[in-house]
């Protein structure tokens, strides 16, 4: 049992690094982002009718990828403990 919740963290800190991770990287990409107004007139058929925000996924993916790394981890926690305890 004691893998099990070992697995667990293990996976719970990878999806809290990644998660930040991309919240920090969007932040710092708008806080310098800089428009260019005046050269974006020239090249006005490049510019699109709709914009998007953000990025809707399924969260069914976070599901099966924290599932993953915790059946990873608990396979590397366990061959660990067989081979070099």
């Known amino acids: 049992m004691k893998t099990v919740i070992q697995a667990l963290l293990i996976s719970l800190m990878a999806h809290i690094v990644y998660f930040a991770a991309t919240i920090s990287i969007g932040y710092w990409k708008t806080k310098l982002y800089k428009p260019d107004v ?9 510019l699109q009718n709709e914009a998007v925000f953000g990025q ?8 099966f990828s924290f599932v993953g790394i915790t ?9 660990y403990k067989t081979f070099w305890s």
Do not use: T
């Open 38 to 46: 005046a050269n974006a007139w020239e090249r006005v058929d490049m």
């Open 56 to 63: 809707a996924g399924s969260p069914v993916v976070y599901l």
């Open 71 to 79: 059946a990873v981890s608990a396979l590397a926690i366990h061959l």
